[in-house]
């Protein structure tokens, strides 16, 4: 029987979290799109000043090996009309740990993080194709779904 714990990520969690990544990648068919150096992934999270945070599902086996199943990385946004948010980057369970509701227990302990730290919410984005995800989230009665914002970014900076 495994079992699952969900902990805070240490600093020697960035290998599995970054294969988990690669991972997701694949899924959403846009591998080539992972771009991120792992030192500066390191250095984000466990730097001098971390900018993102994350929890890890851990899941012991039968012969007491442990392995990283799954993780939640977050980082703090400000509103300015409503405060501080998290914002929820990437929640990944490994393919074969799917459907095992490792997932619930990730988002729950974001959720506790953010009540315990006093954020006015928690924001994320799924793809619209991602079916499995959308239907994830709708067991969460007070999540909403809003398809009125239009998201824009800028990947480089031309003089």
Known sequence: MNTINIRKAILSDCNSMMELIKELALYEKAPEQVTVDFNHFVKSGFGNNPIWWAYVAEATNEDQSKQIVGFSLYYIRYSTWKGQRMYLEDIIVTENWRGKGIGKMLFEALIHVCKEKEFKGMTWQVLDWNEPA???????????????????????FID
């Open 134 to 156: 959308i239907n994830f989230y709708k067991k969460f009665k007070s999540v909403t779904f809003d398809g009125e914002w239009v998201n824009c970014s800028i990947d480089s």
